[in-house]
């Protein structure tokens, strides 16, 4: 159990803090230069170029500080824990903004301004942004490490973390909503 709770968690760290990291970054130019589609902005002030490279910086850092401590961490749990290739760790930080960006796309095309909620969506958009392009750029690590299992619990523990990390942001003021 902690084998299988702890590896995904693991595996999916470096595409969980990038958008706590843009949060903390964000402003600056938007990465949709105030362009609109159909009357509504393409994407919205929310995310900019400044968030989305700090995300990613954070993400893909964050990777390999857990590659340096991957050995101690598996003494002390007993537990093989997996390590990031350069490419899948900029595949999981950089598919993390992608989908979170992707999402802002279809929240604008739906007609919800920036920082409406939008259930499901929210929690998992990164994620599934973060498989996909770890799949794409890491195919091979991708398919050894994300085993069913492992996405299982990943798809059901994500948005609690999700929920419970934008509640915090949004009580010590970091954070303009609580989702
Ligand atoms: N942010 C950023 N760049 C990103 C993602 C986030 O600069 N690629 C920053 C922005 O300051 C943003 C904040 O993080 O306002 C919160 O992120 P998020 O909740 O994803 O954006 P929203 O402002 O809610 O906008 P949207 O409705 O488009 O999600
Ligand atoms: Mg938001």
Redesign the pocket.
Same mark, same amino acid.
């Given at each position: 159990m902690l084998e299988l709770v702890g590896g995904a968690l693991w595996a999916m760290l470096p595409a969980y803090v990038p958008?706590n990291a843009?949060?903390?970054?964000?402003?600056?130019r938007p990465?949709d230069g105030g362009r609109e589609l159909g009357g509504r902005r393409l994407?919205?002030?929310? %995310?900019?170029?400044?968030?989305?490279a700090v !995300?990613t910086a954070v993400g893909v850092a964050l990777a390999m500080l857990l590659n340096y401590v991957t050995p101690a961490t598996e003494g002390v749990l007993g537990i093989v824990l997996p390590t990031f290739p350069p490419l899948a760790a900029l595949g999981l930080a950089l598919g993390a903004?992608l989908g979170?960006?992707g999402?802002?796309f279809l %929240?604008?095309r739906s007609g919800?301004?920036? !920082?409406?909620s939008?259930p499901g969506l929210?929690q998992l958009d990164f994620v599934v942004g973060a498989l996909l392009l770890a799949l794409l750029l890491a195919p091979d690590w991708t398919l050894e490490t994300f085993s069913l299992a492992r996405v299982a619990v990943v798809l059901v523990v994500t948005p609690l973390l999700h929920v419970v990390t934008?509640v915090i942001a949004y009580a010590i003021g970091v954070?303009?909503?609580p989702?």
């Open positions: 958008n843009a949060v903390l970054a964000g402003g600056g990465i994407l919205g002030d929310g %995310k900019t170029w400044r968030g989305t !995300g903004m979170d960006i999402a802002s %929240k604008r919800r301004e920036r !920082g409406a939008f929210d934008n954070k303009n909503e989702w």
